[in-house]
């Protein structure tokens, strides 16, 4: 069932990654972040016709946080994409589920299981693996990337802050019926 879109959504991922690093590189990365909620916010507006369900206390100040905090983030990727190549920056995104384990347990309150956790290692690993240079055979190899590739630095920094939107997504969602 989920599998078709799970598919959907790798490939249209993938083209908006390749949008962002080929087509638009004199656009401002803060015009695309701008254009992208623009269009959401039109898009999602006649939801307002269903009427605004009971809200918690925390719902609002969850929203306004997510919303900065995921404006800069992306703004980060775009710009990251931009200067970087994909196959270094792309694979830094997988790092979100490992640094939402600490997001999430200071928000929410909660933990992943064991298996969880052995899972965001395994993913973890496979990243680090793909950003390993072969030349030099350097353990720490991938974390010089990060730091001699800008965009690489921007895309893992949106990555940690990705991770807070998903405790601040979860706080909303507790606090909306």
Known sequence: MWLIPSLINALTQGFQNAYFKKMAPGVS?????????????????????????????????????????????????????????????????????????????IINHLAPSLLGIAGICVVCAGVYMLNFDHDTKHILSPLRAILRERGVLFVAIASILWSVVIGLQKLGIDNSS
């Open 29 to 105: 990365p803060y015009l695309m972040v701008w254009s992208v909620l623009v269009i959401s916010s039109i898009c999602f507006a006649p939801l307002l016709l269903f009427g605004i369900p009971h809200l918690g206390p925390n719902f609002w100040t969850a929203v306004i946080l997510r919303l900065i905090v995921d404006s800069v983030a992306f703004t980060l990727f775009v710009a990251g994409v931009q200067r970087s190549p994909l196959t270094l920056t792309v694979p830094m995104m997988s790092l979100t589920p490992l640094f939402s384990i600490v997001t999430t347990s």
